[in-house]
C-alpha cells in the first residue's frame, strides 16, 4: 500500500521560496504507471492543482498556469521522493499543500488524472 | 477553465438516510467526473471516478452517475463515518477543476 509523507516549513516568508518534499513508499517515483502532483488547498481558491512529475522513457513535468513562471516540481529517484518549488510566495499561496498520486494505469492508457493517494498536507503561512 | 458547480452546498440528514449530491460542469465531462471525500483534517480520499467506479476499498454504498454536464453521486444509507465534505473533479479538460464542496452534517 503506497505512503506519501511530507515534510517542509510551515512558514515562509513573503518573496521567499516554498520548498517541501513528499516522500514515497510502496510504489516508485520512476513508475511508469503514474504521475506524481501537488495540490493546494484554501479558504479563497479551494482545491487547486499545482503541478506534476512523471518518468515516461525521461522525465516530465507539467505546471498550472496560475503558477507556471514560479513553480518547479522535481524527482530525486535515489531517495524515492519528489519535490515541490514555489518561489516569489505571497500571502496569496498561503494554503494547505499537499503530494498525491495519480491513480495508477497502463503506461499506453495515459495519465488517469485523479488522485488515489495523499499526503498528510502541509500548513503553509507567508508571514515576515 | 471548466467550472464545477456543487449543490447543494450543505446537507443535513441522519444516519441511515439516502444522500444525493450534485456536480454541474460548464461544459460536457464525457463521464470524466471524480469525487473524493475529505474530513476536517485529513486530505481527500478518492471514492469514485470516471463517473462510476469506485476506488479500492470504496463501500458499495457509494455510487456514482451522470452524463454530460450533470453528475450525481449518491450514498445510500449514511454511516456516522459518512458525515464529511465531499468535492467533484473534472479531467476531462485543462486545467484540471475541482468543484467547491457539499457538506453533508448531522441532522
Known amino acids: 500500500q503506497v505512503q506519501l509523507h511530507q515534510s517542509g516549513p510551515g512558514l515562509v516568508r513573503p518573496s521567499q521560496t516554498l520548498s517541501l518534499t513528499c516522500a514515497i513508499s510502496g510504489d516508485r517515483v520512476s513508475s511508469d504507471r503514474t504521475a506524481w502532483n501537488w495540490i493546494r488547498q484554501s479558504p479563497s481558491r479551494g482545491l487547486e492543482w499545482l503541478g506534476r512529475t512523471y518518468y515516461r522513457s525521461r522525465w516530465h513535468s507539467e505546471y498550472a498556469d496560475s503558477v507556471k513562471s514560479r513553480i518547479t516540481i522535481s524527482a530525486d529517484t535515489s531517495e524515492n521522493q519528489f519535490s515541490l518549488h514555489l518561489n516569489s510566495m505571497t500571502p496569496d499561496d498561503a494554503a494547505v499543500y499537499y503530494c498525491?498520486?495519480?491513480?495508477?494505469?497502463?503506461?499506453?492508457?495515459?495519465?488517469?488524472?485523479?488522485?488515489?493517494?495523499w499526503g498528510q498536507g502541509t500548513l503553509v503561512t507567508v508571514s515576515s | 477553465e471548466v467550472v464545477l458547480t456543487q449543490s447543494p452546498a450543505t446537507l443535513s440528514l441522519s444516519p441511515g438516510d439516502r444522500a444525493t449530491l450534485s456536480c454541474r460542469a460548464s461544459?460536457?465531462?464525457?463521464?470524466?467526473l471524480a469525487w473524493y471525500q475529505q474530513k476536517p483534517g485529513q486530505a481527500p480520499r478518492l471514492l469514485i471516478y470516471d463517473t462510476s467506479n469506485r476506488a479500492t476499498g470504496i463501500p458499495a454504498r457509494f455510487s456514482g452517475s451522470g452524463s454530460g454536464t450533470d453528475y450525481t453521486l449518491t450514498i445510500s444509507s449514511l454511516e456516522p463515518e459518512d458525515f464529511a465534505v465531499y468535492y467533484c473533479q473534472q479531467r476531462s479538460n485543462w486545467p484540471l477543476t475541482f468543484g467547491p464542496g457539499t457538506k453533508v452534517n448531522i441532522k
Open positions: 461544459q460536457s465531462l464525457s463521464n470524466y
Open positions: 498525491a498520486r495519480d491513480l495508477p494505469r497502463e503506461p499506453a492508457a495515459g495519465i488517469h488524472n485523479c488522485f488515489d493517494s
